[in-house]
Each structure stands twice: as C-alpha cells, then as structure tokens.
C-alpha cells in the first residue's frame, strides 16, 4: 500500500476529485511530520503511538573500520502499536 | 497530538468541516489497519513504511515471579521512520 491506494479510497469513498484527494492525504502527513519534528508525539487511538525519544550520547564503533567515534546526543521516533491493533493482527 | 487534535488541525488547515476530516483521518488509519491485517507492507515516501513481522515461539519467563511461560508465535506490526524523517526530528 502506497500513498496513492489511500488517495484512490479518500476519492472513492468520500467523493473527493483526486487531486483534492492528494492534497489532503498530503496534509493529514505534513501535520503528523510537523508535530513530531518538533518534538511532539502523536498518538492514534486504536491504532498506535508515534512517539519522539530523546538518545543520549555514547561511545559506539564504525562497523566497518572499528574505529571508536562517539554518536551525538539525538532523537529518535518510535511506533508503538496499540494493543486493539496487535491483537487485530493476530487474529 | 492525539486523533482529534490531528483532526481539528487538519480541518483549520484545510478549511473543511470538522466531519470531513474526521473522515478522512480515520479512512487513512483505518485503511492502514486493513493493510497491515492482510500481512501488507504500506510504504508512505518522507514519513516511513510499516511491515508485519512474524516472531517465532519462545519460552519467557514471567519478570515478577521468574516462572517460565510459553509464548507463542505471534506476528506484530512493525514501523520503520524515513530517512527524510529521521533527518527532520533532529533538525537536519
């Protein structure tokens, strides 16, 4: 499933022309992309949480050299999928 | 952010009604879930793709009470950030 199998169902069932259908799948993106950029999660009941998380520092190594390097402090996103789609999943 | 904070943005943003976007939010998560159930991979290009991955039997133990437990085989949905995203949350 791409972002264009969505934008077809957004015009199929809602009526929507197709290029008002993108550009309103593109901004429900944009707003999600938006809030975690800065720093803010989102979260999706029933389906999951989009979480930011904040790495320290540490000592890590080039896999390829050996070479110690030190990976800078960073954030990073997560999905947490809610337990109605985990279990939705499993069935 | 939760659903309806994403929804009432949406709807400011876009000049809709609450409804319409309502709408449109939950066919855009709803349709992942459908996705994700059928075992599919979705890929959305600057945000990130999700996979089902299937994880194999072990056996646990309960951390409390340190018994073991079997666990099943179980498949759970797994979501990969793009590389666009992972550049942008740390302000690159």
Known sequence: MTKADIINTIHAELGYSKTDAARLVESTFDIIKEQLSDGESVKISRFGNFLVRKKHARKGRNPQTGEEMVILRRQVITFKASQVLRRQINK | MNKSELIEALYRKESLTEQAASDIVNLVFDGFKEALKAGDRIEIRGFGSFSVREYGAYTGRNPR????????????????????????????
Not at chain 2, 66 to 90: D, E, H, I, L
Request: no cysteine.
């Open chain 2, 65 to 92: 009470t340190g018994k073991k437990v079997a666990v099943q085989a179980k498949r759970a949905p797994f979501f990969k950030v793009g590389k666009g995203m992972k550049k942008r949350v740390n302000g690159e």
